[in-house]
């Protein structure tokens, strides 16, 4: 009889524990839910990371002041770019010259080079299918990708390869000490442009080839302002808001 009232005692106690578990992690959720709907986590608050194509804000003033997401940092002799699926960095390929980008490169969050981009180049039917690239200056050196800054757009460089729309916002790095206050890309030492338009016909090629990137124009802050927004566009059309 002993035995029995024992047996009986440990069951009753397992599954009181059981039910106190259950009521704990319920509780447990429903509070966590609560804190976050009280605004206990800084907004925006994310349990997973956010894909820095889609999941990160276009900027806090857009198309002026963008986010930009860096993928390449001028002292990088391999090409980097975001991975389309997971959304982190992949070795695209190291680069077979001595030619690095002159400044910060990556692209604009929730943007899409498609067929509004297209339509600001001549004889293009429609952009590469990519995030819009952007180049950003800082006059401290940036030395690790994979990060985000506020950048004010202040021109770009219409780009074409094979035959798509592949254009390149340049930008400067908001609040930096020298190039901040800059606004249109006339502003800009002219060498410094002219490292850029070369940086890009030709960190494509190789030897005995030709390149397939060409430069049609250098354009100011106000043409770069509608290529932002065409991206805008294209990005809305192409994934929704």
């Not at 106190?20 to 447990?28: A, M, P, T």
Request: proline share 7%; net charge negative; hydrophobic share 35%.
């Amino acid at each position: 009889m002993y035995l029995v009232i024992q047996g009986l005692s440990v069951i009753i106690l397992t599954c009181i524990t059981e039910v106190f578990g259950l009521c704990y992690k319920k509780l447990s959720e429903e509070f966590r839910i609560w804190r976050w709907e009280m605004g206990a986590f800084p907004p925006p608050y994310y349990r997973w990371r956010p894909h820095p194509w889609h999941g990160l804000e276009v900027g806090p003033q857009p198309p002026k002041i963008v986010h930009a997401y860096i993928e390449i940092t001028p002292f990088d002799g391999i090409k980097y770019e975001v991975d389309k699926v997971t959304g982190y960095i992949r070795v695209d390929r190291p680069q077979k010259t001595s030619s690095q980008p002159p400044t910060l490169y990556g692209f604009i969050p929730r943007t899409y080079c498609g067929r509004r981009v297209g339509r600001l180049s001549p004889n293009v039917q429609r952009g590469d299918g990519d995030p819009l690239d952007i180049c950003v200056f800082s006059e401290r050196p940036i030395t690790r990708s994979e990060v985000i800054l506020n950048a004010r757009v202040i021109g770009g460089l219409q780009g074409i390869d094979k035959g798509l729309a592949d254009d390149k916002i340049i930008s400067v790095l908001v609040n930096d000490n020298v190039w901040g206050e800059i606004e249109d890309i006339s502003h800009l030492p002219a060498i410094l442009v002219e490292r850029l338009r070369h940086y890009f016909i030709t960190y494509k090629l190789e030897l005995g080839t030709q390149s397939q990137m060409t430069i049609e124009k250098i354009y100011n802050c106000e043409h770069a302002l509608q290529v932002v927004e065409a991206a805008m566009e294209d990005y809305y059309e192409e994934y929704g808001a």
